[in-house]
């Protein structure tokens, strides 16, 4: 169920080599459509990138 309780969740992907675009699809059993997710930080990054 969901709560005002902040929750840390934290993911390391690789993609496949020759990869050119990105999408993030957030997604979880906890809520119904149309309910709102906040989020504080959101990074894509390439690897070797400072």
Do not use: H, K, N
Not at 5 to 20: D, H, I, K, N, S
């Amino acid at each position: 169920m969901l709560s005002g309780q902040w929750g840390r969740m934290e993911r390391e992907l690789t993609a496949p080599v020759g990869t050119e675009r990105v999408s993030v699809e957030v997604t979880g059993a906890e809520a119904i459509p149309g309910d709102v997710i906040d989020l504080d930080v959101l990074v894509v990054q390439a690897l070797g990138t400072p």
